[in-house]
Nanobody, 126 residues
Framework: QVQLVESGGGLVQAGVSLRLSCAASGPAFSMYAMAWFRQAPGKQREFVAGISRRGGSTGYTDSVKGRFTISRDNAKNTVYLEMNSLKPEDTAVYYC???????????????????WGQGTQVTVAS
């Protein structure tokens, strides 16, 4: 399994942008589809965005479509989440995750991901 470390979170004003990074170590990062999830206080963890292992396919939850972009650089073992036009409702701890199989396809169910980072806090002030 890969080990994942997120970075890039912070406290920002509504309307600005942030880029989160997730650095992976361990074998075969390029074999795993990856995803970003988030969990706001008092709420369940939710799928935000996913990307196939080669980056050719991406998907987003409806609330972030057109604002967030997921990408990956397999040469650098890193997946990114570019977040634009941030809103207060985007406030959450953001986690990256790697699929639990050598599946090239991302899915939205968190039980299908075996490796998780420690999370990075994103707080958007109004």
């Amino acid at each position: 399994q890969v080990q994942l470390v997120e970075s890039g979170g912070g406290l920002v004003q509504a309307g600005v942008s942030l880029r989160l990074s997730c650095a992976a170590s361990g074998p075969a990062f390029s074999m795993y589809a990856m995803a970003w999830f988030r969990q706001a206080p008092g709420k369940q963890r939710e799928f935000v965005a996913g990307i196939s292992r080669r980056g050719g396919s991406t998907g987003y939850t409806d609330s972030v479509k057109g604002r967030f972009t997921i990408s990956r650089d397999n040469a650098k073992n890193t997946v990114y989440l570019e977040m634009n036009s941030l809103k207060p409702e985007d406030t959450a701890v953001y986690y990256c995750a790697a699929r639990n199989t050598y599946s090239g396809t991302y899915v939205s169910e968190d039980r299908e991901y075996a490796s998780w980072g420690q999370g990075t806090q994103v707080t958007v002030a109004s």
